[in-house]
T-cell receptor, first 113, second 114 residues
Framework: DVKVTQSSRYLVKRTGEKVFLECVQDMDHENMFWYRQDPGLGLRLIYFSYDVKMKEKGDIPEGYSVSREKKERFSLILESASTNQTSMYLC????????????FGSGTRLTVV | GQNIDQPTEMTATEGAIVQINCTYQTSGFNGLFWYQQHAGEAPTFLSYNVLDGLEEKGRFSSFLSRSKGYSYLLLKELQMKDSASYLCAVRDPPFTGGGNKLTFGTGTQLKVEL
């Protein structure tokens, strides 16, 4: 029973391309998050959203933007992809009052060449 | 901000007990989580502590001491399938929107051997 779905498992893009990573959750969660995961650096928060059309910068927002037009969907946008954005991208969601932290999607491994 | 430390790697024997430590220095605290992540997969929730003490859940237990900024995850009766990365994460106090974001440590890679 998959609850957080990321549209692509693997992506290869060229430097300078505009890249969209999509995440959809079916749990009616208010909060959604985008992380990237790199060896030795762990999960680092890029952006998060606590409501439709609301967004907050995380720890490493540079080079990224996000969009949340509907409650169930949270998109991560790489405006002009660069090789240092090659990484595993993980989307997560969490409902208000939930003590169990996040539910993660299965991740998108993005390679920028 | 948050600073979270945990060992990079650990090795243990099948059937044994292993303890994975996590220390944190935070500007605010609203709970500590442990996640398990197998290679190539998403992290999955293991445990949550917000008060001091031990929380037990089957073969897994987690301990928290808020005054010491310290937690550990205890895995008993180790199985080969327990080979994975274990992530410690601290939840921030709620900001105005109630997001309660999590800050993760870099993870401890556990290898279970025969």
């Amino acid at each position: 029973d998959v609850k957080v779905t990321q549209s692509s498992r693997y992506l290869v893009k060229r430097t300078g391309e505009k890249v969209f990573l999509e995440c959809v959750q079916d749990m009616d969660h208010e909060n959604m998050f985008w992380y990237r995961q790199d060896p030795g650096l762990g999960l680092r928060l890029i952006y998060f959203s606590y409501d439709v059309k609301m967004k907050e910068k995380g720890d490493i927002p540079e080079g990224y933007s996000v969009s949340r037009e509907k409650k169930e969907r949270f998109s991560l946008i790489l405006e002009s992809a660069s090789t240092n954005q090659t990484s595993m991208y993980l989307c997560a969601s969490r409902g208000q009052g939930t003590i169990y932290g996040y539910t993660f999607g299965s991740g998108t491994r993005l390679t920028v060449v | 901000g948050q600073n979270i430390d945990q060992p990079t790697e650990m090795t243990a024997t099948e059937g044994a007990i292993v303890q994975i430590n996590c220390t944190y220095q935070t500007s605010g605290f609203n709970g500590l989580f442990w996640y398990q992540q197998h290679a190539g997969e998403a992290p999955t929730f293991l445990s949550y502590n917000v008060l001091d003490g031990l929380e037990e859940k089957g073969r897994f237990s987690s301990f928290l001491s808020r005054s010491k900024g310290y937690s550990y995850l205890l895995l008993k009766e180790l199985q080969m399938k327990d080979s994975a990365s274990y992530l410690c994460a601290v939840r921030d106090p709620p900001f105005t929107g109630g997001g309660n974001k999590l800050t993760f440590g870099t993870g401890t890679q556990l290898k279970v051997e025969l």
